[in-house]
């Protein structure tokens, strides 16, 4: 490592097989988590015909004298050069991901070394939570009759009892070193979350429920179960979803661990790291010729500048910029291969569009970027609303501050009347229709009768939702009821309350970008959790009377926030 790391790094907590993790200076509630070369596949296999799985498993072809080492050594790891900095950029995305949803969890923030990142010191809940979508072999062998790829609809939610959770303990000077050689003895790294030395059967419900656990002097009841299963199978979803619309691939399973953090006031968060261990990816089969740690090396690579690519951040090479020359010249020349493959028809359209003598040439035409940037409109999801009167307009305002700063959805606010110019509502409805590759929605405001959202929605292709609020000196004069069943006039929706027209607009966009589905996905959760919570408190009080409420010593995490 970079000895510049070790201006923020304290204490060494924990030193396992494929990761070691510091203190930080200053920082009692902070860690930060190295990740090393080293791998051991767990021996999980998957083969569904037709497709290729991007993570590993027990089919791999290692050369003979690796085989033979494995065998006779089943402790041994291989090194993958390269392997810390590109596990530590695949979690850190998936994070930022997961960001976009609200969910609590343990990591903070990128380090300046690119196989290091701070997190959140925590106490791990020594149970694993698998969701799945696809039997693989593994599942078939514990469920005879299951055929191969076999999808579950919902996915089903395996809980594993870690015998040996990872435990980051405070060490001092003076049994640091004796601490050290324990934890290597009596913890698992999260790596090994499917090998029998770590997982004992697999739990039901009831089981866990009945575990009684008890960890950082706080009980895991049933609300903190509910809490981590909801909080695993919406992870999965949004996952799924963000693999499947943005690469067309299938997420197969996820496993979750979750932690309780040490400061106050402690709460359960996500504590995983993503390695080729901890999803399985399936997508469209692709011909390779890399075997053993070059398969593992070309999967890890892939997947990181996937995800990287689906965040939009485009300087890959950063990743390698502080590597040993040795991780650092593997690195280069994988990414350098990827960005030559990586130059498509999706990438740049205008070879999709442009016959091949007429192509521009970017590296003699300085220009392309500014006339690439003019010739194809942006992709960017925005709403239009359209006002029939002066005093929509403060309405309008509030649709528009709203899209703004919650979701960042690019909102306009214009002004029309169908009764005064009809000429000039087309040419103002020319100015958006022509940016085909760009989602955009008409939100109108004002009574129905006007006839604004019928012309609207009668001569371009976009969803138009009209806005008619309820007026309390007319409660009765909303619209015609009868002129809106026609059938030429029924071609738009129609809300009655600003929420409304700004909840369609976000629901209708959301298919189309992922950010606001996951928004959406992770203000779900939170309405079911903020339900389930309340729901636990009200229970506990309507069966303990106040004196007995005012002695209970701490029942739950959630309960007593």
Known sequence: ???????????????????????????????????????????????????????????????????????SNPNLFIEIPGKGALTTSITTCVYEILRETSIPTFYVAPHPQPDMFIARKCTMIPILWIVRRLANETYMKRNPGIVNGHRFVPPIVEIYHKRHPVVYRRLTISNIDENLESSRESLIDDSDSDSDECLSSIWSYEQLLNAHFDIEDLKITQTEIEYMYETCCTIFDILEHIWMVKKSCQLIDLKIEFGI???????????????????????????TTAVGVDLIQENLIWINSTLRDIL?????????????????????????????ADTDEEEHPMNCIIPENDRIDTQKDTSFNQYKTSYFPSTRSRCIVVCSSSADIEHGQKIKITLNELYNIQCDIRLCSIYKSTKSVLKFLSNYVYEHCRPTIFVTLGNVNNGLAMCLSSNSPYPVIHCSLMNADQPNNLFDINSYLTSDTAMFSVVFTLPSAIQNVIQILAMNDWRLWTKQRGKRLKNYLDLLIADQQLATISSTSITQQANKTNTGILTNK
């Open 261 to 287: 953090t040490t400061t106050m006031p402690k709460e359960i968060v996500v504590a995983s790291t993503f390695d080729t261990e901890t999803w399985h990816i399936l997508r469209p089969m692709e011909r």
């Open 312 to 340: 939009d951040l485009n300087n890959k090479i950063s990743l390698t910029t502080k590597l040993d020359p040795r991780r650092r010249s593997f690195a280069q020349k994988q990414i350098s291969t990827l960005d030559d």
């Open 1 to 71: 490592m970079a000895s510049s790391a070790y201006d923020i790094l304290g204490q060494k907590l924990f030193d396992g097989t494929t990761k070691r993790i510091y203190s930080m200076i200053d920082q009692p509630g902070l860690i930060c988590i190295y990740r090393k070369d080293n791998y051991r596949s767990a021996g999980k296999t998957l083969s569904i015909p037709g497709s290729r799985r991007s993570s590993i498993d027990s089919s791999i072809r290692f050369n003979q004298q690796q085989l033979q080492s494995l065998h």
